[in-house]
């Protein structure tokens, strides 16, 4: 059945002709000579520009009650999640914790021997995992004002890792 995409392009499910779907594909010949593919690709980037900037903003506002809001309590599935991973990595690993927040899982990661950096975009939470985590006292970890967006590494990581995203199942 023939539907339309975001860009106006027509997707069949049904191209391969012997009666079995297969999964829906843009008419790609077509995607980068649309005149409208750049004024849709700079309406997201503004759009995400937008809601970047409203996060940072909320983040940055509840930062300095960080630690009285969220603690540094750690649920069980997330402590599950940092044993299984520490698990697969080998000594003295370098690991990324993106969307690190106030580092509330960075202790664990530092405590197992490795080197860390934790990015997020929010300054205002950074500082509070920098009061945590104060270099000085931890010179195994950093932390980076960065958003997931920006990410362009040389480096390499041994493990990237972002634990308050896995959720408990049933």
Request: glycine share 10%.
């Amino acid at each position: 059945l023939p539907r339309s995409s975001s860009l106006g392009h027509t997707i069949n499910r049904a191209q391969r002709g012997d009666g079995r779907h297969s999964l829906p594909v843009p008419a790609l010949n077509n995607l980068y000579t649309d005149p409208n593919f750049h004024e849709v690709i700079m309406k997201r980037a503004e759009w995400l520009k937008k809601v970047r900037a409203q996060a940072e903003k909320l983040y940055d506002h509840g930062a300095p009650a960080y630690w009285v809001s969220w603690g540094m309590s750690i649920e069980k599935t997330h402590r599950q999640f940092i044993d299984k991973f520490l698990g697969r990595l080998g000594a003295n690993s370098t690991i990324l914790d993106a969307a690190c927040g106030g580092g509330r899982f960075d202790g664990l990661l530092i405590e197992a021997g490795h080197t860390v950096l934790g990015i997020d975009q929010s300054g205002g939470v950074l500082a509070r995992a920098r009061e945590h985590y104060p270099q000085e006292s931890f010179p195994r970890l950093q932390y980076t004002k960065m958003g997931m967006q920006e990410m362009d590494f040389q480096a390499r990581f041994d493990g990237i890792t972002m634990p308050k995203n896995v959720k408990e199942r049933g």
